[in-house]
């Protein structure tokens, strides 16, 4: 156990380093931030003038050289288009980001999990279907429409919730609905299919058998065992809303998070932003995983005796 | 000689035994169809007719303005101009045609992305899965990877690099989402090789290619076409987020999902440009979703039964 | 004890019952703007997304009014100004100033900002300043009060120049403070102020978040008519119908940048309005003339002969753009002329030149970038479409990235702003000799261009600058370097109580919220 869990570490720096690489090289690849930044209507040697400055004229090789070392000293840089440090930039930013990505999860674990195991119990009448109807929805409708019509029918025509910002719980309904939806679908979904899976196996006749009333097989049995696999794709649904959907719902939101900062920054080529955001979301992704990983393995023994 | 669990490799079926075991299975399929499957499946072969006929049904020419009618209405509500039967968009141009046009590229371009996936990632998890070790640890460092980094950005920065032609579109779409197939592959294989009738298979000497296709591919279906299904919906979705940011196909050209992602800013006075569009990509998801669920179902009930 | 506190309550707010007899000095106002700036130096910015926000913080010597668009100039930070001799002027500044941070002003601030915009050594002063600052030579104190500025040549545009937003005045002594050495004013320096700006205007910078938020406090030391407001909020909301939603709600009083196509929806609610003006800016349409595809003038000719700009004008902006037939406008008073012909809708000259020019079906790129300029998006797709009738192959290329200086750039919207009102601020700015266009290496002038720039730029006679000006126009015409396209109109949402509108004499998007430009009823 010791040794995967090693080897699954060694992996993982690995993967940073190249992700790390990978970033620095590509954006560079894709244009010169100074193009971006104010960098219009100048002469070439005015052009070169503001390039020295952001200390973009050097050799890649250089400026990668110089970016290992800074990052070594724990020094992310300085964001190109604000002029400010990228990890201020980070620390205004992560807390409205993580606010969504908790709501998000909690509304979705609220809503799939006994969702999904209703339309499982109930599949064969018409509850169930309409069940996966509904939670259909969230897959069928880009997140942004939903998001612009949660904005057009509570906030403008009934003036039920604010339009955007941050401030109250009321800010928070319109994001977090309309970031979980898609989530929301997709677990539900899971839930059945594993509810199915479980509902049907043996040891669930034995129990039925045995007299044990139904709701207790389902709860006390099927359900956890289902919870092994649910959880698991929830913790790679964390994951995945860590890493990008949030952009469109933060932009439309006027929600300053991580995923806005990130695509701004890749849109106008703020290197420095822009590699810190993927180191960090890289991380965190990573390090969501491994856990699910090594949690999967400690809960199911079949697959922690294949890894030993 | 015990040499009856191998069946003897079947000899090659003429055409027309072929096209009756085809048309046999599919009645079979539609007998096992309630009516609401059955409509999702006239739905689902209407949808790709109306898409494969665009060209020769659509009123216009998607891309012709008509500068001086912007913003008009559907037939029916006032001020509608004659001939546009959905209205026109922000440049005048026939929603219907956009519509049909835009229906043909989605499904064009989601297909073709999940179909790279498909081979992509299925190639790759199936290799990770039989020839384990180094090969298999790269794989999955390579899967790492492609979960470690939001793939909004690598799709922002491929378009931005390589400019928003058709192929790199599909392209990236493509490999977004690989490392699902690849995952679920690799999955199945580490499964199934610990199973018995491999074991028989390998002890009666059948090469590791030959165990591959003809006893662990056809337990990948199911959970397969579950992916699949999934997503070529989350392929459109992406292609939709891209267009919201701005990148994605060229304008003129448009997809569902950019008809939708530059449609939203009228929604409040002219909804008609998102509408119809965004209930396109509502029955297509639909119809794709529900038959795959069917089709999941049922090759995995069959499998139980063998 | 507790009725005297109530009978002061009920006094209280019967008084404030009594606020709309007066021009109540409101506690606060909120707006909604569709974008904000990473960093806020009125020297350094020159973009139309800043010039919203310096108006209310900083000051320059020479004042302007704003509520017509002809030049008239009044006393600013400077109370009187003179010739001294054919290079300098003299200034003599206002006494008891104060900036937000309370230093005083003096003359040492006002030799400080301007030799750092005139002898620039920070890189972003230095790669904007020589557009317009090129033939200041430097200021200097004379005393506490009194600044002499000298030029390299005789200026005819003094007041204008002076005027300028690049010219506002900062604190010496808090910019030099901020980093490092507190007696020198090094980069790290300037950075820091422009994440912190300090300025004398009616409004101080409470509160600054790059690309998110700006906060105004009244400044109580303010030389002038003190601030309606106690405090304005400005919060950048980039999604369409999120702003609108936020205007329609109550969370805020004002929003920026409506394009004419949302004006109804924010018109059919009884309880908001709009008031918008056409821009004193040209959405222009830029050619790479050094590119082999666009190196034809016949082509380019024929491009902008395809063009029906009235069209564009009545499809995309209800008619209420202003389509010019040159590079010129009415603010510039004098210098407005609309008697030239530069730019026409010809679709049979169109043809006819496109054809002696030799094109032979080459696609050209047409680059913009998605939201920066209204309806400039839509307005590239139309533009293609009109090449497309006269047989121009085209492929439209959205990038937020700026293709003026990329050698395959072939054709690509732009802007050019009225920096000050007079020609020389507008289409004198970019297009001169050595300027920003020629120096991205996509036009090229030559000592005939050169010699009628001078002419326009420097004489002291109006009628030979005009001259000089027709022939400059006569030279674009014959070898198109751009098409002017339209002034745009633009648009601001706002509630019924809020008497606001754009100001005739600001240069584009100021929000001007000073003493006198804005009242909020009720």
């Known amino acids: 156990m010791l040794e995967y869990a090693l080897a699954r570490l060694l992996r993982m720096i690995v993967t940073m380093f190249v992700i790390v690489t990978g970033v620095f090289f590509a954006t560079r690849l894709s244009g010169n931030a100074v193009d971006f930044i104010g960098g219009e209507g100048l002469s070439a040697a005015d052009r070169a003038t503001l390039v020295a400055y952001y200390g973009l004229d050097a050799s890649w090789f250089e400026q990668y050289w110089r970016y290992l070392r800074a990052l070594a000293e724990g020094n992310f840089g300085i964001s190109l288009l604000e002029r400010r440090p990228v990890s201020t930039i980070v620390l205004e930013r992560i807390g409205p980001s993580l606010q969504l990505l908790a709501g998000a999860v909690l509304l979705t674990l609220a809503v799939a999990v006994p969702a999904g195991t209703l339309a499982a119990v109930y599949r064969k009448s018409w509850a169930g279907s309409m069940i996966m109807g509904v939670a259909f929805l969230g897959y069928a409708i880009p997140n942004f429409v939903l998001a612009v019509l949660l904005i057009l029918t509570l906030s403008f025509w009934l003036g039920w919730l604010p339009s955007s910002g941050n401030g109250s719980l009321a800010h928070f309904v319109m994001p977090v609905v309309a970031l979980s939806a898609f989530y929301i679908a997709s677990l539900t979904r899971f839930t059945r299919n594993a509810m199915l899976d479980v509902l049907s196996q043996d040891y669930l006749r034995t129990a039925r058998a045995k007299g044990l009333a139904e709701p207790r097989v389902i709860f006390k049995h099927a359900l956890r065992n289902a919870l092994i696999t649910v959880l698991s794709v929830l913790g790679l649904q964390i994951a995945g809303l860590a890493a990008a959907g949030n952009v469109v719902i933060e932009t439309i939101f006027a929600w300053r998070g991580i995923g806005e900062m990130l695509v701004t920054a890749a849109l106008r080529r703020d290197y420095p932003v822009l590699q810190f955001g993927v180191i960090a979301v890289a991380l965190a992704v990573i390090l969501i995983n491994t856990l699910v990983d090594l949690a999967y393995g400690a809960a199911d023994p079949r697959v922690r005796l294949a890894r030993s | 000689m015990v040499h009856t669990t191998l069946s003897a490799p079947p000899a090659a079926p003429s055409l027309v035994h072929r096209a009756t075991r085809l048309r046999a299975g599919l009645a079979d399929v539609w007998a096992d169809m309630n009516w609401i499957l059955r409509c999702t499946a006239i739905l689902g072969i209407v949808l790709v007719a109306l898409a494969l006929a665009a060209p020769l049904i659509a009123p216009f020419d998607p891309n012709a303005q008509s500068l001086l009618s912007r913003l008009k209405p559907p037939m029916g509500l006032a001020g509608a101009k004659d001939g546009y039967l959905l209205g026109t968009d922000e440049l005048g141009r026939d929603i219907l045609s956009r519509c049909l046009h835009g229906l043909r590229l989605t499904l064009g371009v989601a297909l073709l992305g999940a179909v790279i996936g498909l081979l992509l990632g299925g190639s790759l998890g199936l290799l990770a899965g039989i020839a384990g070790g180094r090969v298999d640890d790269l794989i999955m460092s390579l899967v790492d990877i492609q979960i470690a980094v939001p793939f909004t950005l690598v799709a922002l920065l491929t378009v931005a690099l390589l400019g928003g032609d058709l192929s790199v579109l599909i392209a990236v779409l493509g490999i977004a989402y690989w490392e699902q197939y690849a995952r679920i592959t690799r999955g199945e294989v580490l499964r199934l090789r610990e199973m018995p009738f491999i074991e028989a298979a390998r002890a009666a000497g059948a090469s590791g290619w030959r165990i591959a296709v003809r006893h662990i591919l056809p337990n990948l279906i199911s959970p397969l076409v579950v992916v699949f299904t999934v997503n070529i919906s989350n392929i459109v979705l992406l292609e939709s987020t891209l267009s919201f940011l701005g990148l994605g196909l060229r304008p003129p050209t448009a997809t569902l999902g950019a008809m939708v992602g530059m449609g939203r800013d009228y929604l409040p006075s002219a909804p008609w440009i998102v509408a119809a569009p965004a209930l396109l990509i509502l029955l297509v998801t639909f119809v794709i979703q529900m038959l795959g669920d069917f089709l999941r179902d049922r090759t995995d009930v069959r499998l139980r039964e063998r | ?522």
């Open chain 3, 1 to 522: 004890m507790m009725t005297r506190s109530l009978v002061l309550a009920l006094a209280a707010t019967s008084l404030a019952s009594l606020a709309p007899l007066t021009p109540a000095l409101a506690a606060e106002l909120k707006v909604g703007a569709s974008n904000m700036p990473p960093y806020l130096d009125p020297g350094r910015d020159h973009s139309n997304v800043g010039s919203q926000f310096y108006y209310n913080s900083f000051d320059t010597l020479i004042e302007k009014d704003h509520s017509t668009a002809e030049a008239k100039f009044l006393p600013g930070l400077a109370t009187e100004w003179n010739r001294i001799d054919d290079l300098t002027m003299e200034f003599k500044l206002r006494p008891g100033v104060v900036f937000h941070n309370g230093e005083p002003l003096t003359a040492d601030d006002v030799v400080f900002s301007f030799n750092r915009m005139f002898k620039a050594s920070f890189p972003p002063y230095e790669v904007r300043a020589k557009d317009r600052l090129n033939n200041f030579d430097v200021a200097e104190k004379v005393d506490d009060l009194t600044v002499r500025v000298r030029t390299k040549k005789p200026e005819p545009l003094w007041e204008t120049l002076v005027n300028m937003q690049q010219l506002m005045i900062v604190p010496e002594d808090y910019v030099k403070g901020l980093t490092g050495d507190p007696k020198v004013a090094e980069n790290s320096d300037f950075e820091a102020f422009a994440l912190a700006p300090v300025g004398s205007g009616p409004y101080r910078i409470a509160e600054f978040i790059p690309g998110e938020r700006i906060v105004w406090q009244r400044h109580d030391g303010f030389w002038g008519e003190k601030a309606p407001f106690e405090r304005v909020t400005v919060r950048a909301i980039p999604e369409m119908a999120t702003r609108i939603t936020a205007l329609k709600n109550g969370e805020v009083d004002i929003i920026t940048n409506l394009p004419p196509d949302q004006l109804a929806t924010v018109e059919a609610d009884p309880n908001l309005k709009t008031a918008g003006m056409v821009t004193p800016l040209f959405h222009v349409l830029i050619y790479n003339t050094l590119n082999e595809k666009m190196a034809s003038p016949k082509l380019r000719q024929a491009l902008n002969y395809a063009i029906d700009r009235q069209t564009l004008s009545e499809a995309l902006w209800q008619g209420k753009a202003v389509v010019p037939s040159s590079h010129t406008m009415e603010p510039f008073g004098a210098l407005y002329m609309p008697e030239l012909k530069t730019f026409e809708y010809d679709i049979e000259k169109a043809k006819e030149l496109l054809a002696e020019s030799g094109y032979k079906g080459e696609e050209i790129r047409i680059d913009t970038s998605a939201t920066y300029y209204t309806n400039g998006l839509l307005a590239m797709q139309a533009v293609a479409e009109m090449w497309g009738a006269i047989g121009v192959k085209t492929r439209i290329n959205v990038d937020d990235k700026w293709t003026g200086n990329d050698p395959t750039m072939n054709a690509r919207n732009w802007s050019n702003p009225m920096y000050f009102p007079d020609p020389f601020g507008s289409f004198g700015v970019m297009w001169a000799p050595g300027g920003p266009s020629e120096g991205e290496g996509r036009f090229k002038t030559d000592a005939d261009y050169a010699e009628k720039w001078e002419r326009f730029r420097f004489s002291a006679d109006v009628a030979a600058r005009r001259e000089a000006y027709a022939e400059l126009m006569e030279r674009i015409k014959n070898d198109p370097p751009f098409l002017v396209l339209y002034q745009p109109y633009e648009s601001w949402g706002m509630r019924k109580n809020v008497d606001w509108a754009p100001a005739p004499g600001h240069i584009p998007y100021v929000l001007d919220f000073r003493a006198g430009s804005i009242r909020v009823d009720g």
